[in-house]
C-alpha cells in the first residue's frame, strides 16, 4: 500500500443480542485497515428502528469508513447508512429488503405473534441460543453465552419486533450481501444477489473466518 494512503475504517455490528465478541477471529491487514466493534444499546421506549439507527451513527468517529453488519445487525447497518457516507456496505447472514425474510416471520407479522414472543424466557441465554439458532445447539451453549450478551428484555421485545416488521422495499445500491446456502434463520433460497458461502450456515461469521480474512480486504477495495 503506497504510504499516503489513509487507513479504511472498518465498523462492525453483530447480530441480534450478541457480542462483538463475535469478531475476534476477523483479522484485516493493519497497515491497511483499522476495525471498530460495535455493540447494541438499549432502546428507548417506543424507538423506532431509525431513530435507534440514527443514535448508533454517533458510534461512528471517521467519515468514508466501511459498514459491516451481521444478521440483524445486517439490518441495522443498512438503516445507518441511510445517515453516512460510506466506502462500503457489507452484510452478512442477513436480509436487503422485506421480500427476503422467511415465511414464519411474515407470517409472525402478519398475525402479530411476535408480540408473543417469549422474551422473558429468552432472556436465559440457553433458550435464546435455541430460539435464535436453532434447536441443535446445545452442544455449544457455553459457546453461545460467550457470544450472547445482551438480555435486557427491552431490547429483545424491540429487536423482535423491529426484525419482523422491517418495512425495507428495495435493495440499497451496491450493497454487498454474503450468505451462506445452509443459513437456518434466513433462508439462502429467498435470498437473490449475494456472494454465496458453500456450507455457510447463520454463524459463519464464527466458523468461516478465513474466508472473511481472505476475502473482505478484496471486496473493501474491488
Known amino acids: 500500500m503506497p504510504e499516503n494512503q489513509e487507513i479504511i475504517h472498518v465498523y462492525l455490528m453483530p447480530g441480534m443480542a450478541a457480542s462483538p465478541i463475535i469478531f475476534e477471529r476477523i483479522k484485516l491487514p493493519e497497515n491497511q485497515f483499522k476495525m471498530h466493534w460495535l455493540e447494541w444499546m438499549i432502546p428507548k421506549e417506543n424507538e423506532s428502528l431509525e431513530s435507534y439507527a440514527k443514535r448508533m451513527t454517533d458510534k461512528i468517529k471517521h467519515d468514508n469508513i466501511v459498514l459491516l453488519g451481521v444478521s440483524f445487525g445486517g439490518v441495522l447497518v443498512q438503516e445507518m447508512s441511510k445517515f453516512l457516507n460510506l466506502k462500503r456496505l457489507i452484510i452478512v447472514s442477513s436480509v436487503k429488503s422485506r421480500y427476503e425474510l422467511p415465511k414464519r416471520m411474515k407470517l409472525a407479522r402478519k398475525t402479530k405473534a411476535y408480540k408473543l414472543a417469549p422474551t422473558r424466557i429468552l432472556a436465559n441465554v440457553e433458550t435464546f441460543a435455541k430460539y435464535a439458532f436453532g434447536k441443535n445447539v446445545t452442544k455449544r451453549v457455553e459457546l453461545y453465552k460467550k457470544y450472547l450478551s445482551v438480555n435486557d428484555i427491552r431490547y ?32 439462502y433460497s429467498n435470498i437473490k444477489d449475494c456472494i454465496t458461502i458453500k456450507d455457510g450456515t447463520h454463524i459463519m461469521i464464527l466458523n468461516k473466518y478465513k474466508w472473511f480474512n481472505e476475502n473482505l480486504p478484496k471486496l473493501i477495495v474491488r
Open 156 to 187: 429483545l421485545d424491540w429487536a423482535i419486533e423491529q426484525m419482523v416488521c422491517w418495512n425495507q422495499e428495495e435493495d440499497i445500491v451496491d450493497i454487498i450481501h454474503i450468505h451462506g446456502d445452509k443459513d437456518g434463520v434466513f433462508p
